[in-house]
């Protein structure tokens, strides 16, 4: 909506995990060395958790993209799988030749028989489980024992697990105990202070093609960092509103008021105090009234050229 008035190539705040907008931030380049040692150790189960919001998908998606050509990356995204689901999904992904009527026991085998040929192959498989707090407990054992297939010299697989934190606390149930003490690495995403954000917001609307002066100041960063809690999704949610509110009153510096407005708006942000902030209701008022003076403009010129070529 607001591209033409910022000239962008593209919305800089979208909510979709675009490798594009990758920055160098230090919690995810911390994050993704951990897992490029762990990979290259080679055994064991990695494990990378934070809250919601934090970056994760992104993280994995980074991650699945840098792997070396003799890497084979299997990807679960939605792992809530039952162990019968999660054999299925790890088969289609290996590219196993599923046949009708297969027991578990033949299609474990034929996924270990397919391990080995990617094995001799010269290909390492890492199998890679995005929101993996939602794994049922007898999957996470499945699991562990896929984890049991090696040669004499490595191991067959290698599983990467992307979590919120209640994974931690899953963990510490002993009846996966075992699975607990084969994390040979782990990383915890922590949340962006506000000068991380000053960069993180400067760089996104870059990569989006934006070549003006600061939209940001200095002192909205800071309130747009307090109110996301430094989670890089709300500061997406509210970078956007905020600029959506400054498209609509046809200025072209964001302002605190946008700010604040677009925060008020925000179901899960740290709301400002009542005496401080603008009500969820005017970020609204404020789009239509835009909105309303935008197709009043149009139509007026429409009339003019009408009335000339009459």
């Known amino acids: 909506m607001y591209q033409q008035h910022f000239g962008l190539s593209q919305l800089p705040f979208t909510l979709t995990p675009n490798t594009q ?4 931030l230090t919690p995810h380049v911390e994050a993704l060395q951990v897992l490029q040692t762990a990979i290259v150790n080679g055994e064991g189960f990695i494990k ?12 994995c998606r980074k991650l699945m993209n840098d792997l070396p050509t003799n890497y084979h ?6 792992p809530y799988l039952t162990p019968d689901e999660l054999r299925w999904a790890l088969a289609a992904e290996l590219g196993v030749l599923l046949t009708e009527n297969l027991n578990q026991q033949q299609l474990t085998s034929l996924i270990q028989s397919r391990l080995l040929e990617l094995n001799s192959q010269g290909f390492k498989v890492i199998l890679v489980l995005d929101e993996a707090q939602a794994l049922p407990n007898n999957s996470l054992e499945t699991l562990r024992l896929f984890t049991n297939l090696e040669t004499e010299s490595a191991k067959l697989i290698q599983v990467v697990l992307f979590g919120q934190p209640e ?5 510490q149930d002993p009846a ?11 990383y915890s995403l922590r949340p962006l202070v506000w000068d991380e954000i000053k960069a993180y917001l400067n760089y996104r609307l870059s990569v989006a093609g934006y ?4 939209l940001f100041s200095d002192k909205d960063i800071k309130l747009i960092a307090q109110a996301a809690r430094g989670i890089p999704r709300l500061v997406n949610v509210i970078a956007n509103k905020a600029m959506l509110l400054c ?7 964001i302002s605190t008021s946008h700010c604040r407005a677009a925060i008020a708006d925000t179901e899960d942000a740290t709301h400002l105090s009542p005496s401080n902030t603008i009500n969820a209701w005017v970020f609204f ?4 009234s835009a909105s309303l003076t935008c197709l009043y403009i149009v139509d007026v010129d429409w009339l003019a050229v009408l009335s000339e070529s009459i």
Do not use: H, M, W
């Open 73 to 78: 990356c299997a990807y679960v995204p939605n």
């Open 167 to 171: 994974l931690d606390k899953r963990l």
């Open 21 to 24: 907008f990758f920055f160098g």
């Open 247 to 253: 498209y609509a009153e046809g200025r072209a510096q």
């Open 48 to 59: 990378v958790t934070g809250e919601v919001g934090t970056g994760k998908t992104l993280i």
């Open 285 to 288: 008022i404020l789009i239509i």
């Open 176 to 186: 996966i105990r075992q699975l607990k003490q084969r994390i040979t690495f782990s």
């Open 211 to 214: 070549q003006g002066k600061g």
